[in-house]
């Protein structure tokens, strides 16, 4: 750490014995610390010391800067340090959810839950309900969730995470506040909140604790509201490299010598949250390399991978994964990402590529690796053009993993964990091997 100090030309400081004192921890709001992971170190009448999570990153500067109106002097410290102290000091954003509730309860009438009138919109967009919604992004995206589902019933409104595969429901808010909550979430997308008879489909992107990370919004008509799906894309969490996808070695040194190939198609199917989109990604990223010009097409594009050419389908104004196809035969490439083939027109399009000389990396939904090459022909595809271009296709799902600070203790929880952040999990994993054996 002293030696990156001295490379970035920024103090280091050791904060373990560091004096916050309640003047210090107020000089800086307690929402904005835990956003940017910026804490304030020393204060004085016109400069804020700040130790921060992410020091290269001076959009968080200018708005530590504006937010303040005093000058941001930023300094280097241990993250775990800062990361620590932040918590102690300023909590975090979980423990407030019960009083958030209860705020909510008090200030959104019964009435807001049935129509968007104008108390509906301004309720939407009221302190409370964007501090709640936030407050549920923030809590997913630090409990590592794939999904966010907001889901309005008859008589309730729940409000549910998917970690690790499974579905866990946190406490339910009152079922008038789903409208204002759906409201505030299509805004934050840019979506129409007028329109709630079609199903829309948008993005947020936010900043946590000084890291990007984007939210793809899902929205259906249901019969007692909208229901919404919140795909949360955290590439800090996500590994898009081939040896650590926990493949066996023959199947990833299959994977290696497939993508290495001068033309083909490489498949890989399974079930909608089975990884398909990370091996691809950690396919290409192994064969990128400056020599090799990289395109992808896909709906959407979820992580922004430096050095390839990435292009978003937009069915809406006509540029379909065929159409994107089409241009990129004339883009001089050597390998092709498609998201996912869907149609007959993707599918031979893919196909002439891979006839004239380029790789093809697709995805498809499939039970099973064999039954790649039945889709393909009840597409329409002719089997000779398959057993000409198709060089391999990949099956995969996904399986949980204990802990492995939690492996060594005694089997089926008969040990309490020692470590308080992985008790939970480690407990919820023994539940459900119990259940299936």
Known sequence: MQRLADSLGLPYYDLSGAQFTPELLSSIPPKTVRLHGSLPVAVDASTITVAMLDPLNQ???????????????????????????????????????????????????????????????????????????????????????????????EKEFKIRYRVDGALYEMSPPPKRLALPVISRIKVMAGLNIAERRIPQDGRIQTTMAGRQVDLRVSTLPTQYGESVVLRVLDRSVVNLDLESLGMPDSIKDYISETIQKPHGIFIVTGPTGSGKTTTLYSCIRKINTIDVKILTVEDPVEYELEGIMQVQAHEGIGLTFGRALRAFLRQDPDRILVGETRDLETAQIAIQASLTGHLVLTSLHTNDAPGAVTRLIDMGVEPFLISATLEGVLGQRLIRKICTHCKPLRTYGKRACTNRPHRARYRRQVFLLRSRL
């Open 59 to 153: 959009q968080t500067v200018e708005d530590l800067r504006f937010t303040t109106g005093k000058e941001i002097s930023v300094i280097l410290a241990p993250l775990s340090q800062i990361e620590s102290l932040i918590t102690n000091y300023y909590g975090t954003e979980q423990g407030s959810v019960d009083e958030l509730l209860n705020q909510l309860a008090g200030e959104v009438s019964d009435s807001v839950g049935n129509s968007l009138d104008e108390e509906g919109l301004n309720a939407a967009s009221s302190a409370p309900i964007v501090k709640y919604v936030n407050t549920v992004v923030a809590k997913a995206i630090q409990a590592q969730a794939s999904d966010v589902h907001f889901e309005p019933f």
